[in-house]
Nanobody, 120 residues
Framework: QVQLVESGGGLVQAGGSLRLSCAAS????????MGWFRQAPGKEREFVAA????????YYADSVKGRFTISRDNAKNTVYLQMNSLKPEDTAVYRC?????????????WGQGTQVTVSS
């Protein structure tokens, strides 16, 4: 059974940093693109960042570019999201995701999410 478990969320002041982790189990995702998404109360889920299998290619939403960094450790089957210069508008539940098959563009597996709250 595939599981994605996020951790690292919490309450932080504006301008602060957090590092989220997403640990995968039940399957090795070292050849898969992995992504981070977020959803704030009353808003649609939005893409945050993605990373290809090798880590050589990364993709970011414009709203987080230059502040967030996605990375991965394939030996640990874990993906990270380093978030710096956090803003109140970054407050959301952050979830990691993975596709069902290598090369799929649609995400199939989702974690339960970790809450990030940024106070002003």
């Amino acid at each position: 059974q595939v599981q994605l478990v996020e951790s690292g969320g919490g309450l932080v002041q504006a301008g602060g940093s957090l590092r989220l982790s997403c640990a995968a189990s039940g399957r090795t995702f070292s050849r898969y693109t992995m992504g981070w998404f977020r959803q704030a109360p009353g808003k649609e889920r939005e893409f945050v960042a993605a990373i290809n299998w090798s880590g050589g290619n990364t993709y970011y939403a414009d709203s987080v570019k230059g502040r967030f960094t996605i990375s991965r450790d394939n030996a640990k089957n874990t993906v990270y999201l380093q978030m710096n210069s956090l803003k109140p508008e970054d407050t959301a539940v952050y979830r990691c995701a993975a596709p069902s098959n290598i090369g799929d563009s649609k995400y199939h597996y989702w974690g339960q999410g970790t809450q990030v709250t940024v106070s002003s």
